[in-house]
C-alpha cells in the first residue's frame, strides 16, 4: 500500500538555501516584467542579493555554524544536505554571484539587456544546487535537466547573431543526445537493482557481491552511460567536441559561468553517482571499482587531447574551451580514484579542492577576455591581448595569476587542486595517470605562458574597457586565486568533513 | 570587574591605530589632526591602563591572561613542546608598567605638540611616538619573554628612529645625529645577545617562556610553596623531577625546584646544577638590561642619545624605555632571588654605574648630557636596588624617577626652545612674523657661527624669563636631589635603608658597598643639578640669545606643571612604616602592598631616622656647596668651570668633562682593533684572496671553459634540435587533430555515439572476457 507521507517527514528545513533560491528565481521572473529595460541593472542588483543570501544561508553550515533541519536526508532520501552539498552550493553560488557582476555591463555593451538573463543564471544555479544533493537519479536526471536547459537559452542570447544562435543549436542537440544517454543508464541500473534511491543501490549492490548474476553487466552498462550522460556536461573527451564551438558562440558572459557551473554540476552529479552509490561495485577478483578503468582511460584521454589541442588555438576562447576541457581531465583523475575502497571521501575533497580553485581562475580568465573583447563578440583572437602589460597593467597582471593558476604554479590555487588530485591518486595507486597530469600539466604551461608573453613582451594596442562591476569581478577571482594558493588550508579545512560515503566508504 | 582585564589588547591596539592613521593620512589631516590622533591615542590607551588599575583592585589583585583576540598562536611546535601565545598579563606589576607608560607618554605627547610644531616631519614624528608606545606596551604586558622581546627589539627601533630623527641637519649636525642613533642600536645589540642567550637557556631549561599561565598564581612564599611542594613531591623519588612539569610557568617552576633543591638541567654537554643555571640565566639577562637600561659596560650609548628631540629624551630615554631592563630584572625576581651571585654582580654593576654616571655629570657643559648621566645613575640605583633585593623600591624609584626626570628634560627642552627663540629673535630680525619661521633645531639656518642653544655657557639668569619653567625646574631638581617630601626622597631612601639591612641584617658585603655607593652618588646628583640649575637660572644672561629668551606656551607648560605636582606628591604611595603623620594619612607600604600580588620577593623597608636624616643633610650640604661654589660672581664669566680653576679640583674636573675617556677606551681596545681586521678582512682576505684570485682565476675562468663546452657542442647541437623536433611534432599533430572539429553537428553527434561506444566496449570487456570463457 502507498503511503503518503507525512510533510513533516520531508524535513523540508534541510534543503533552505536551495529552496530559498529556486522562490527568489520564481519572484524575480515576475518582478522584472516591472522593471524597465534601461535599467536592467536593478534586476541584476536583485539576483545579487539573492544569491548573495543563499550564500550566506550555504556557507552557515559549511562552518558548523547552524544546522538545517532534522539531519541530512530530506525527501525520503532524495535530498541529501550534507558537508558534499553544502561545499558544491558555496562553490556554484560564488560562480553566479560574479556571473552576475560581470553581466549588466556586458549586456547593455551588446545591446542584449533583457531581464531573463538573471532568472535563467539562477535557475541553473538551483540546478547545479541540487544536483550536489542529489540522493537519487531521478533527481541527478532533473537537475542536469534544471541546469542544462537555461544553459542552451543562455547559449543563444545573442538572437539575431548567427554564431550564437548556432552555438546553442548546437549545444541543445548534443546535449539531448546525451541526456538520453542518462536517462538509459538510469534506467539499465534501476533494472538491475530495482531502485533508483542512490543509498539502496548501494546496498544492493553489497548484497550482489560475489554472486555471479547478470546484473552485473546490466550495471556496468549503466553507470557507463550515466558516464556518458554527465561526462558530456563536464566536457571529457571524447563528450567534447561542442564545447569549443559553443563556447565561441555563446555571449562571454554566459561562458565564463558556464564554464565553471556546468563543471560543478556535471562532477557533483557523477560523484554521487559513481563514488557514492556504486564505489562497492567490485567485478570478482578486482581491487578497486569496476567502471574506474572506464574513467582512467576518459581522464587520460581528456588531459592529452585537450591541452595538446589548446596549443593551436588562436582564438582566446576557443583556447579556454580547449583548457577547460582539459582540466575536466584532472578532476576526472580525482573521480577515477574514488575507486578505490577507503578513498572515497579522499577524492571527493580533492574535486571539490579543484573545483573551488577553478571557480576563481577560470571565471577570472574569461572576465579578462570580456574586458578585452570590447563590443565585438567575434573579437576575441590571441592578438586582443598583445600589449596589455603596459596599457592595463593590473589586468595584465590578473591575466597572468590566472594563467600561472591554470598551469598550477605554486602559490596560486591551480597549484593546491593540482596538489590535492595528484596526491591522492598516488595514494589510489593510480601513479601512471597522476604522471600523465603531471606531464600534460607541462604541455599546457606552453599555451598559457603564450598569453603572458603576448601581453607583456609584444607590441599591440592592447585595448580594453572595465566598468567597476568587471574590475571588481577580475579582483576578487584573482584575490581568492591568490589566497587560496598561499594559505591552502582555507580550503582544505573547508573539505575536511565531506562524506560521500553511505556505510564506511 | 575581570571583563575588564579583557581591554588590555586595546592598550596595544589603540596605539597602533592612531600610528597607523598618522601613517596613511598624516599629510592630509593637517598639524592640529596629527596631534588630536596621536595624543587622543595615548590618553585612551591611559583610560584603559587606570580601568585596568581599578578592575586589579576591585578583583582583589588576581592576575590574569587575556588572549589576543583573532590571531591564533604566535609560534607552534608542538613535537618542540613550543607555543608561543600572544597572552597579556594583567597584573599589579604590569598595570603599574602601563600606568607610567600612558600617563607620563600622554603628558610627553601633549608636549610634543608644541615642541615639534613647524617641524618639517611633524606626522612621521607622532607615528614614530605612537609606535614607540605600542612597542613599549608590548614589551610590559606580555605573558612570555619572546613578547617581551617583540616589544624590546621594537623600543630599540623607535629609538633609534628618533635619535636620528634629525638626520638631515645642516652643516654635519646630521650626521653625528645618525652617529648616535647607530651607536644606540649597536651597543644595544651586544646587551640583546644576552637576552637572547639567556631566554634560550630558559626555554631549555622550563620548556616555555610563559611566566605564569593562565590561571596559575605566583607562589608566594617559600613555606607556601613547600605547603604546596608534596602534590608533586611524595609519590615520585626524586629523579622524576628532572622532567620540567608542563603546565608550569617558568616562575612557578623555579620556586618548586628551588624548595626541593637537588635539581639539574643538562645541557648536552655539561650538565648543571639548577642554581648553577640561573646564575648563568641572571647573568644573561644583565647583559641584556645593562644595554636596554645603560649601565657598566654599555651605558656609553644614552649620552649621544641626547641627539633625538627632546620630548623623545624625556619619554623615552628617561622615562620609560631605559627603565625596561630594571622592569625585566624584576619580573624575574624569582631568579635573582635564588642567586646570590648573580645578585651580587647586579649590586656592583648599578651602584658603580650610579656613582660613575654622577661623577661624570658634574663635568659636562650640555644641559641635555648632565641630564643623561643622571639617568644613568639613577637607573644605577634602580638596578642595585634590584640586586639587594629591594624589588619593590626599585620599581618606586622608577615610577618616581619617571615623574621627575621627565619634568627635567621636559624642562630642559623648555630653555633650548626659549634660547632658540632669543637666538632667532636675533638673527631674523628683519622677518616681520618669526613665530611662523619654524622655531628651532630642524629649521635650515643660514649662519656663519655657531650657536649651540644647548650649552649651559650661553645661558644664564633665565629664572625671570621663563618663571613657569624655573619653578617646575626647582621642583624636579629638589625630588632628584631627595629633599624632603619631594617623591625622590622617598624612594632613594628606600633602596639605601634596603641596602644598608642587606649588609647589617644579613652580613652582606654587597648591601655595604652598594649603601656606600648608593649614598656618595646620591650627594653627587644634589651637586650636579643645582650646579645646573645655577647655570641655568641663576646670575645674569651671559649671551643676547638668553637675554631675549622667552617663556614656552601653555601646551608645553602644562604638562611640565602636573609633572611637577607629581613629582612633589609621587612619593606619597609608599611612605615607609613609621613614619609620622604622613604614614596616616595615605598609608603605610601602600605600593609595596600593591606590588606583592605580583612580585613574589617584594618587601617593604623600615624607616631609619638616622639615614635619612644623614641622606637629607647630605644632599642639601650638596646643593649648598654648588650654590656657594656656582655664586653669582663665578657665574658671570663661565668660560671656565669654578672647579677647573680651582687646581686642586682642575684634574677631576677635567676627567669628568673627558667622560673618564671611557668613549675613548671602548674605541682604542674595541672599535678600533675590529675596525683593523675588518679593513685586512676586507682588502686581504676578501678582495685580493677571495675575488681576485678564487674567484676570477679559479672559479671565473673554468666556468667560462666548461659552459663554453656546454653551449655550444651539446646545448645547441643536441638537445636544441631535439626539442625543436619535439615542439614540431607535437604542433603538427595538434593541426591535425584539430581537423577533426568539423563544426557539423552530425560529426559530434557521431563523435559522441563512438565515444559512447568505446566506453561500453572497455566497461564490458571483462564481461565479454566472462562470456567467452579466457
Given at each position: 500500500?502507498?503511503?503518503?507521507?507525512?510533510?513533516?517527514?520531508?524535513?523540508?528545513?534541510?534543503?533552505?538555501?536551495?529552496?530559498?533560491?529556486?522562490?527568489?528565481?520564481?519572484?524575480?521572473?515576475?518582478?522584472?516584467?516591472?522593471?524597465?529595460?534601461?535599467?536592467?541593472?536593478?534586476?541584476?542588483?536583485?539576483?545579487?542579493?539573492?544569491?548573495?543570501?543563499?550564500?550566506?544561508?550555504?556557507?552557515?553550515?559549511?562552518?558548523?555554524?547552524?544546522?538545517?533541519?532534522?539531519?541530512?536526508?530530506?525527501?525520503?532520501?532524495?535530498?541529501?544536505?550534507?558537508?558534499?552539498?553544502?561545499?558544491?552550493?558555496?562553490?556554484?553560488?560564488?560562480?553566479?554571484?560574479?556571473?552576475?557582476?560581470?553581466?549588466?555591463?556586458?549586456?547593455?555593451?551588446?545591446?542584449?539587456?533583457?531581464?531573463?538573463?538573471?532568472?535563467?543564471?539562477?535557475?541553473?544555479?538551483?540546478?547545479?544546487?541540487?544536483?550536489?544533493?542529489?540522493?537519487?537519479?531521478?533527481?541527478?536526471?532533473?537537475?542536469?535537466?534544471?541546469?542544462?536547459?537555461?544553459?542552451?537559452?543562455?547559449?543563444?542570447?545573442?538572437?539575431?547573431?548567427?554564431?550564437?544562435?548556432?552555438?546553442?543549436?548546437?549545444?541543445?542537440?548534443l546535449g539531448a543526445f546525451s541526456s538520453s544517454f542518462l536517462v538509459y543508464g538510469i534506467a539499465l541500473i534501476y533494472g538491475a537493482t530495482g531502485t533508483t534511491n542512490l543509498q539502496a543501490i548501494w546496498q544492493t549492490i553489497?548484497?550482489?557481491?560475489?554472486?555471479?548474476?547478470?546484473?552485473?553487466?546490466?550495471?556496468?552498462?549503466?553507470?557507463?552511460?550515466?558516464?556518458?550522460?554527465?561526462?558530456?556536461?563536464?566536457?571529457?573527451?571524447?563528450?567534447?567536441?561542442?564545447?569549443?564551438?559553443?563556447?565561441?558562440?555563446?555571449?562571454?558572459?554566459?561562458?565564463?559561468?558556464?564554464?565553471?557551473?556546468?563543471?560543478?554540476?556535471?562532477?557533483?552529479?557523477?560523484?554521487?553517482?559513481?563514488?557514492?552509490?556504486?564505489?562497492?561495485?567490485?567485478?570478482?577478483?578486482?581491487?578497486?571499482?569496476?567502471?574506474?578503468?572506464?574513467?582512467?582511460?576518459?581522464?587520460?584521454?581528456?588531459?592529452?587531447?585537450?591541452?595538446?589541442?589548446?596549443?593551436?588555438?588562436?582564438?582566446?576562447?576557443?583556447?579556454?574551451?580547449?583548457?577547460?576541457?582539459?582540466?575536466?581531465?584532472?578532476?576526472?583523475?580525482?573521480?577515477?580514484?574514488?575507486?578505490?575502497?577507503?578513498?572515497?571521501?579522499?577524492?571527493?575533497?580533492?574535486?571539490?579542492?579543484?573545483?573551488?580553485?577553478?571557480?576563481?581562475?577560470?571565471?577570472?580568465?574569461?572576465?579578462?577576455?570580456?574586458?578585452?573583447?570590447?563590443?565585438?563578440?567575434?573579437?576575441?583572437?590571441?592578438?586582443?591581448?598583445?600589449?596589455?602589460?603596459?596599457?592595463?597593467?593590473?589586468?595584465?597582471?590578473?591575466?597572468?595569476?590566472?594563467?600561472?593558476?591554470?598551469?598550477?604554479?605554486?602559490?596560486?590555487?591551480?597549484?593546491?587542486?593540482?596538489?590535492?588530485?595528484?596526491?591522492?591518486?598516488?595514494?589510489?595507486?593510480?601513479?601512471?595517470?597522476?604522471?600523465?597530469?603531471?606531464?600534460?600539466?607541462?604541455?599546457?604551461?606552453?599555451?598559457?605562458?603564450?598569453?603572458?608573453?603576448?601581453?607583456?613582451?609584444?607590441?599591440?594596442?592592447?585595448?580594453?574597457?572595465?566598468?567597476?562591476?568587471?574590475?571588481?569581478?577580475?579582483?576578487?577571482?584573482?584575490?581568492?586565486?591568490?589566497?587560496?594558493?598561499?594559505?591552502?588550508?582555507?580550503?582544505?579545512?573547508?573539505?575536511?568533513?565531506?562524506?560521500?560515503?553511505?556505510?564506511?566508504? | 570587574?575581570?571583563?575588564?582585564?579583557?581591554?588590555?589588547?586595546?592598550?596595544?591596539?589603540?596605539?597602533?591605530?592612531?600610528?597607523?592613521?598618522?601613517?596613511?593620512?598624516?599629510?592630509?589631516?593637517?598639524?592640529?589632526?596629527?596631534?588630536?590622533?596621536?595624543?587622543?591615542?595615548?590618553?585612551?590607551?591611559?583610560?584603559?591602563?587606570?580601568?585596568?588599575?581599578?578592575?586589579?583592585?576591585?578583583?582583589?589583585?588576581?592576575?590574569?591572561?587575556?588572549?589576543?583576540?583573532?590571531?591564533?598562536?604566535?609560534?607552534?611546535?608542538?613535537?618542540?613542546?613550543?607555543?608561543?601565545?600572544?597572552?597579556?598579563?594583567?597584573?599589579?606589576?604590569?598595570?603599574?608598567?602601563?600606568?607610567?607608560?600612558?600617563?607620563?607618554?600622554?603628558?610627553?605627547?601633549?608636549?610634543?605638540?608644541?615642541?615639534?610644531?613647524?617641524?618639517?616631519?611633524?606626522?612621521?614624528?607622532?607615528?614614530?611616538?605612537?609606535?614607540?608606545?605600542?612597542?613599549?606596551?608590548?614589551?610590559?604586558?606580555?605573558?612570555?619573554?619572546?613578547?617581551?622581546?617583540?616589544?624590546?627589539?621594537?623600543?630599540?627601533?623607535?629609538?633609534?628612529?628618533?635619535?636620528?630623527?634629525?638626520?638631515?641637519?645642516?652643516?654635519?649636525?646630521?650626521?653625528?645625529?645618525?652617529?648616535?642613533?647607530?651607536?644606540?642600536?649597536?651597543?644595544?645589540?651586544?646587551?640583546?645577545?644576552?637576552?637572547?642567550?639567556?631566554?634560550?637557556?630558559?626555554?631549555?631549561?622550563?620548556?616555555?617562556?610563559?611566566?605564569?599561565?593562565?590561571?596559575?598564581?605566583?607562589?608566594?612564599?617559600?613555606?607556601?610553596?613547600?605547603?604546596?611542594?608534596?602534590?608533586?613531591?611524595?609519590?615520585?623519588?626524586?629523579?622524576?623531577?628532572?622532567?620540567?612539569?608542563?603546565?608550569?610557568?617558568?616562575?612557578?617552576?623555579?620556586?618548586?625546584?628551588?624548595?626541593?633543591?637537588?635539581?639539574?638541567?643538562?645541557?648536552?654537554?655539561?650538565?648543571?646544577?639548577?642554581?648553577?643555571?640561573?646564575?648563568?640565566?641572571?647573568?644573561?639577562?644583565?647583559?641584556?638590561?645593562?644595554?636596554?637600561?645603560?649601565?657598566?659596560?654599555?651605558?656609553?650609548?644614552?649620552?649621544?642619545?641626547?641627539?633625538?628631540?627632546?620630548?623623545?629624551?624625556?619619554?623615552?630615554?628617561?622615562?620609560?624605555?631605559?627603565?625596561?631592563?630594571?622592569?625585566?630584572?624584576?619580573?624575574?625576581?624569582?631568579?635573582?632571588?635564588?642567586?646570590?651571585?648573580?645578585?651580587?654582580?647586579?649590586?656592583?654593576?648599578?651602584?658603580?654605574?650610579?656613582?660613575?654616571?654622577?661623577?661624570?655629570?658634574?663635568?659636562?657643559?650640555?644641559?641635555?648630557?648632565?641630564?643623561?648621566?643622571?639617568?644613568?645613575?639613577?637607573?644605577?640605583?634602580?638596578?642595585?636596588?634590584?640586586?639587594?633585593?629591594?624589588?619593590?623600591?626599585?620599581?618606586?624609584?622608577?615610577?618616581?624617577?619617571?615623574?621627575?626626570?621627565?619634568?627635567?628634560?621636559?624642562?630642559?627642552?623648555?630653555?633650548?626652545?626659549?634660547?632658540?627663540?632669543?637666538?632667532h629673535h636675533l638673527t631674523d630680525h628683519d622677518v616681520e612674523d618669526h613665530k611662523h619661521v619654524p622655531p628651532h633645531e630642524h629649521a635650515p639656518q643660514v649662519e656663519t657661527e655657531r650657536f649651540d642653544p644647548q650649552d649651559?655657557?650661553?645661558?644664564?639668569?633665565?629664572?625671570?624669563?621663563?618663571?613657569?619653567?624655573?619653578?617646575?625646574?626647582?621642583?624636579?631638581?629638589?625630588?632628584?636631589?631627595?629633599?624632603?617630601?619631594?617623591?625622590?626622597?622617598?624612594?632613594?631612601?628606600?633602596?639605601?635603608?634596603?641596602?644598608?639591612?642587606?649588609?647589617?641584617?644579613?652580613?652582606?658585603?654587597?648591601?655595604?658597598?652598594?649603601?656606600?655607593?648608593?649614598?656618595?652618588?646620591?650627594?653627587?646628583?644634589?651637586?650636579?643639578?643645582?650646579?645646573?640649575?645655577?647655570?641655568?637660572?641663576?646670575?645674569?644672561?651671559?649671551?643676547?640669545?638668553?637675554?631675549?629668551?622667552?617663556?614656552?606656551?601653555?601646551?608645553?607648560?602644562?604638562?611640565?606643571?602636573?609633572?611637577?605636582?607629581?613629582?612633589?606628591?609621587?612619593?606619597?604611595?609608599?611612605?615607609?612604616?613609621?613614619?609620622?603623620?604622613?604614614?596616616?594619612?595615605?598609608?603605610?607600604?601602600?605600593?609595596?602592598?600593591?606590588?606583592?600580588?605580583?612580585?613574589?620577593?617584594?618587601?617593604?623597608?623600615?624607616?631609619?631616622?638616622?639615614?635619612?636624616?644623614?641622606?637629607?643633610?647630605?644632599?642639601?650640604?650638596?646643593?649648598?656647596?654648588?650654590?656657594?661654589?656656582?655664586?653669582?660672581?663665578?657665574?658671570?664669566?663661565?668660560?671656565?668651570?669654578?672647579?677647573?680653576?680651582?687646581?686642586?679640583?682642575?684634574?677631576?674636573?677635567?676627567?669628568?668633562?673627558?667622560?673618564?675617556?671611557?668613549?675613548?677606551?671602548?674605541?682604542?681596545?674595541?672599535?678600533?682593533?675590529?675596525?683593523?681586521?675588518?679593513?685586512?678582512?676586507?682588502d686581504r682576505l676578501d678582495w685580493a684572496f677571495w675575488h681576485d684570485f678564487v674567484h676570477d682565476r679559479v672559479i671565473g675562468s673554468s666556468f667560462q671553459w666548461a659552459t663554453e663546452m656546454l653551449s655550444n657542442p651539446i646545448?645547441?647541437?643536441?638537445?636544441?634540435?631535439?626539442?625543436?623536433?619535439?615542439?614540431?611534432?607535437?604542433?603538427?599533430?595538434?593541426?591535425?587533430?584539430?581537423?577533426?572539429?568539423?563544426?557539423?553537428?552530425?560529426?559530434?553527434?557521431?563523435?559522441?555515439?563512438?565515444?559512447?561506444?568505446?566506453?561500453?566496449?572497455?566497461?564490458?570487456?571483462?564481461?565479454?572476457?566472462?562470456?567467452?570463457?579466457?
Open positions: 500500500m502507498f503511503e503518503v507521507p507525512n510533510l513533516a517527514d520531508y524535513n523540508i528545513m534541510a534543503t533552505l538555501p536551495v529552496m530559498v533560491l529556486a522562490l527568489s528565481t520564481c519572484i524575480l521572473l515576475l518582478v522584472d516584467l516591472f522593471i524597465p529595460t534601461e535599467r536592467k541593472h536593478l534586476t541584476a542588483l536583485l539576483a545579487a542579493i539573492a544569491l548573495g543570501v543563499t550564500l550566506v544561508l550555504a556557507v552557515l553550515p559549511l562552518f558548523d555554524l547552524v544546522e538545517y533541519g532534522d539531519g541530512p536526508l530530506a525527501f525520503e532520501g532524495t535530498f541529501v544536505a550534507d558537508e558534499f552539498s553544502n561545499m558544491v552550493n558555496a562553490a556554484v553560488l560564488i560562480t553566479a554571484l560574479l556571473g552576475v557582476m560581470v553581466a549588466p555591463n556586458y549586456l547593455e555593451r551588446s545591446a542584449l539587456q533583457r531581464g531573463e538573463y538573471y532568472s535563467l543564471l539562477l535557475l541553473t544555479t538551483v540546478g547545479v544546487m541540487f544536483m550536489g544533493a542529489a540522493g537519487d537519479l531521478v533527481v541527478v536526471f532533473i537537475s542536469l535537466e534544471l541546469l542544462s536547459i537555461p544553459l542552451y537559452i543562455l547559449s543563444g542570447f545573442r538572437r539575431g547573431s548567427a554564431a550564437s544562435e548556432e552555438s546553442a543549436m548546437k549545444y541543445f542537440l553489497d548484497a550482489l557481491a560475489g554472486q555471479e548474476t547478470s546484473a552485473r553487466y546490466l550495471l556496468m552498462a549503466g553507470g557507463s552511460m550515466v558516464l556518458v550522460g554527465l561526462g558530456f556536461k563536464v566536457a571529457a573527451v571524447p563528450f567534447h567536441m561542442w564545447t569549443p564551438d559553443v563556447y565561441q558562440g555563446a555571449p562571454t558572459s554566459v561562458v565564463a559561468y558556464m564554464s565553471v557551473a556546468a563543471k560543478i554540476g556535471g562532477f557533483a552529479g557523477l560523484l554521487r553517482v559513481l563514488v557514492a552509490g556504486m564505489p562497492n561495485f567490485v567485478l570478482d577478483g578486482a581491487e578497486v571499482a569496476a567502471w574506474q578503468d572506464t574513467v582512467w582511460i576518459l581522464a587520460a584521454l581528456t588531459m592529452i587531447l585537450g591541452n595538446i589541442i589548446a596549443i593551436v588555438q588562436s582564438d582566446l576562447k576557443r583556447l579556454l574551451a580547449y583548457s577547460s576541457i582539459a582540466h575536466a581531465g584532472y578532476i576526472l583523475i580525482a573521480l577515477a580514484a574514488g575507486g578505490r575502497a577507503g578513498y572515497g571521501d579522499d577524492a571527493a575533497r580533492a574535486a571539490l579542492i579543484y573545483l573551488m580553485a577553478y571557480v576563481f581562475t577560470n571565471f577570472g580568465a574569461f572576465a579578462v577576455v570580456i574586458a578585452v573583447e570590447g563590443n565585438d563578440p567575434t573579437h576575441t583572437g590571441l592578438g586582443r591581448v598583445r600589449g596589455l602589460g603596459k596599457t592595463h597593467p593590473m589586468l595584465a597582471l590578473a591575466m597572468t595569476v590566472f594563467m600561472l593558476s591554470l598551469v598550477g604554479i605554486p602559490l596560486t590555487a591551480g597549484f593546491i587542486g593540482k596538489w590535492f588530485v595528484f596526491q591522492v591518486a598516488v595514494a589510489a595507486g593510480l601513479t601512471p595517470l597522476a604522471i600523465i597530469g603531471v606531464i600534460t600539466s607541462l604541455i599546457s604551461a606552453f599555451y598559457y605562458l603564450r598569453v603572458v608573453w603576448l601581453m607583456y613582451f609584444e607590441e599591440g594596442e592592447g585595448e580594453a574597457s572595465m566598468p567597476r562591476t568587471l574590475a571588481w569581478a577580475i579582483g576578487i577571482s584573482a584575490l581568492g586565486t591568490l589566497l587560496f594558493g598561499v594559505l591552502p588550508y582555507l580550503l582544505s579545512d573547508m573539505a575536511r568533513e565531506v562524506s560521500l560515503a553511505f556505510g564506511g566508504g | 570587574m575581570e571583563n575588564f582585564f579583557d581591554l588590555v589588547p586595546l592598550i596595544v591596539l589603540i596605539p597602533l591605530i592612531g600610528m597607523l592613521v598618522n601613517l596613511f593620512a598624516g599629510r592630509q589631516i593637517g598639524e592640529r589632526g596629527v596631534a588630536i590622533v596621536a595624543v587622543g591615542a595615548s590618553s585612551l590607551a591611559f583610560l584603559i591602563a587606570v580601568i585596568l588599575w581599578i578592575a586589579q583592585v576591585q578583583t582583589g589583585y588576581e592576575p590574569g591572561v587575556v588572549d589576543m583576540p583573532l590571531l591564533a598562536d604566535w609560534i607552534s611546535v608542538p613535537s618542540a613542546g613550543l607555543r608561543i601565545p600572544w597572552e597579556f598579563r594583567v597584573d599589579t606589576l604590569s598595570v603599574t608598567m602601563m600606568l607610567v607608560v600612558t600617563g607620563v607618554g600622554s603628558l610627553i605627547h601633549l608636549y610634543a605638540v608644541g615642541y615639534m610644531h613647524g617641524d618639517a616631519r611633524f606626522p612621521r614624528f607622532f607615528v614614530y611616538l605612537n609606535l614607540f608606545l605600542v612597542f613599549m606596551l608590548i614589551l610590559v604586558t606580555g605573558n612570555n619573554f619572546l613578547m617581551m622581546f617583540v616589544g624590546w627589539e621594537g623600543v630599540g627601533l623607535c629609538s633609534f628612529l628618533l635619535i636620528g630623527f634629525w638626520f638631515d641637519k645642516p652643516g654635519g649636525e646630521g650626521w653625528k645625529n645618525s652617529d648616535a642613533a647607530r651607536k644606540a642600536f649597536i651597543v644595544n645589540r651586544v646587551g640583546d645577545f644576552g637576552l637572547i642567550l639567556g631566554m634560550l637557556m630558559t626555554f631549555w631549561t622550563f620548556g616555555t617562556l610563559d611566566y605564569y599561565k593562565p590561571g596559575e598564581a605566583p607562589l608566594a612564599a617559600h613555606h607556601e610553596a613547600e605547603a604546596e611542594a608534596p602534590v608533586f613531591a611524595p609519590q615520585f623519588p626524586q629523579e622524576e623531577h628532572a622532567e620540567p612539569e608542563g603546565p608550569l610557568g617558568v616562575f612557578n617552576q623555579a620556586q618548586l625546584w628551588l624548595d626541593e633543591g637537588g635539581h639539574e638541567v643538562d645541557f648536552g654537554l655539561v650538565t648543571l646544577s639548577f642554581e648553577t643555571t640561573l646564575t648563568i640565566i641572571t647573568l644573561l639577562f644583565l647583559l641584556g638590561a645593562t644595554g636596554k637600561s645603560a649601565q657598566i659596560p654599555l651605558f656609553v650609548w644614552l649620552p649621544d642619545a641626547m641627539a633625538g628631540p627632546t620630548p623623545v629624551s624625556a619619554l623615552i630615554h628617561a622615562a620609560t624605555m631605559v627603565t625596561a631592563g630594571v622592569y625585566m630584572m624584576v619580573r624575574s625576581n624569582v631568579f635573582y632571588e635564588a642567586s646570590t651571585t648573580a645578585s651580587f654582580v647586579v649590586t656592583l654593576i648599578g651602584a658603580s654605574t650610579a656613582i660613575v654616571a654622577g661623577f661624570i655629570a658634574v663635568g659636562q657643559w650640555d644641559i641635555k648630557r648632565v641630564l643623561a648621566y643622571s639617568t644613568v645613575s639613577q637607573l644605577g640605583f634602580m638596578v642595585a636596588a634590584v640586586g639587594v633585593g629591594a624589588y619593590a623600591a626599585a620599581m618606586f624609584h622608577l615610577v618616581t624617577h619617571a615623574f621627575f626626570k621627565a619634568l627635567l628634560f621636559l624642562g630642559s627642552g623648555s630653555v633650548i626652545h626659549g634660547m632658540e627663540h632669543g637666538h649651559m655657557r650661553n645661558m644664564g639668569g633665565l629664572r625671570h624669563k621663563m618663571p613657569g619653567t624655573y619653578w617646575t625646574y626647582i621642583f624636579g631638581t629638589l625630588a632628584l636631589a631627595g629633599i624632603i617630601p619631594f617623591a625622590g626622597f622617598w624612594s632613594k631612601d628606600e633602596i639605601l635603608v634596603d641596602a644598608l639591612r642587606l649588609g647589617l641584617d644579613e652580613n652582606r658585603l654587597d648591601g655595604y658597598i652598594a649603601f656606600a655607593l648608593l649614598l656618595t652618588a646620591a650627594a653627587f646628583t644634589a651637586f650636579y643639578m643645582w650646579r645646573q640649575v645655577s647655570m641655568v637660572f641663576y646670575g645674569q644672561p651671559r649671551t643676547p640669545a638668553a637675554e631675549h629668551a622667552e617663556e614656552s606656551g601653555p601646551v608645553m607648560l602644562v604638562p611640565l606643571i602636573v609633572l611637577a605636582g607629581l613629582s612633589l606628591i609621587g612619593g606619597f604611595m609608599n611612605i615607609p612604616s613609621g613614619f609620622p603623620l604622613l604614614g596616616r594619612i595615605f598609608g603605610e607600604h601602600q605600593f609595596t602592598s600593591w606590588l606583592e600580588h605580583s612580585v613574589v620577593n617584594a618587601h617593604a623597608a623600615g624607616f631609619l631616622w638616622l639615614l635619612a636624616t644623614v641622606a637629607v643633610l647630605l644632599a642639601a650640604g650638596a646643593i649648598i656647596a654648588a650654590r656657594v661654589i656656582y655664586n653669582d660672581r663665578a657665574l658671570r664669566q663661565l668660560t671656565d668651570d669654578p672647579l677647573e680653576a680651582n687646581e686642586r679640583t682642575a684634574g677631576a674636573f677635567a676627567l669628568a668633562n673627558a667622560k673618564l675617556y671611557w668613549d675613548e677606551f671602548y674605541f682604542s681596545t674595541i672599535v678600533y682593533p675590529y675596525q683593523r681586521a675588518a679593513r685586512w678582512l676586507a646545448d645547441r647541437g643536441i638537445i636544441d634540435r631535439a626539442f625543436d623536433g619535439l615542439a614540431r611534432l607535437v604542433h603538427n599533430l595538434a593541426a591535425r587533430v584539430r581537423t577533426i572539429q568539423t563544426g557539423y553537428v552530425r560529426t559530434y553527434a557521431l563523435g559522441v555515439a563512438f565515444g559512447a561506444l568505446l566506453i561500453l566496449v572497455i566497461a564490458l570487456l571483462p564481461v565479454l572476457r566472462d562470456l567467452l570463457g579466457l
